[in-house]
């Protein structure tokens, strides 16, 4: 058995061209908004260690640039996961978690949104 799990922001451009391309592929899927549900610091640690936590961290974004440059320079390895959690608009989206349960339990994390990233992810 497969679950798909899309976290991001409900309001977010990307969100909505992931969710269209999922629904339109047929793929059933949970969305957990980051505001109303902010993952904690143990979740991103689990995340980072499956994609990098420079992955996860969106430098683009407004909540980033608002940093002090102090702020921006701590950023790393060891406090990037309690940073993520307190400002959950830096987490890079979408951010897709598979859990396949065949032999055990496999989780994927995957980071953005591309068509043909989504295709190969799901063998399409």
Request: glycine content about 6%; charged content about 25%; some cysteine.
């Amino acid at each position: 058995m497969t679950q798909v799990h899309m976290h991001g922001i409900s309001n977010c451009d990307t969100i909505k061209k992931a969710k269209k391309w999922l629904t339109d592929a047929g793929i059933e899927f949970s969305f957990r908004d980051y505001k109303q549900h902010p993952p904690s610091a143990i979740e991103l640690q689990s995340w980072s260690y499956q994609v990098g936590w420079e992955e996860l961290l969106n430098k683009r974004g407004t909540t980033w640039r608002k940093l002090s440059e102090e702020q921006q320079d701590a950023c790393n390895e060891t406090t990037v996961c309690v940073l993520l959690s307190e400002q959950p608009s830096m987490i890079k989206r979408p951010l897709l978690v598979i859990q396949r349960q065949q032999d055990g339990q496999q989780i994927q994390v995957f980071v953005g949104f591309k068509a043909g990233q989504y295709a190969t992810i799901f063998k399409l």
